[in-house]
């Protein structure tokens, strides 16, 4: 399963929600700031995928290639 992480409803974190929901990619949501600062995560929208963090660039690049 994938985790998009982020802390608010931005425009970028909405643009990869419907992107995934597109690709009928299964996902879970998160916002918790502590863990994601604990994953290093510095900016939202973020996707984690077996353990790797995609920034919101990549994360499109990877939802495009499903």
Known sequence: MSVIFHSTKCPKCKVLELKMKKKSID???????D???????????CLE?????LDFTNAVKWVNNQ
């Open 27 to 33: 996902y879970e949501e998160n916002n918790d700031v």
């Open 35 to 45: 863990l994601m600062i604990s994953k290093g995560i510095m900016s939202a929208p």
């Open 49 to 53: 995928i077996d353990g790797e963090i």
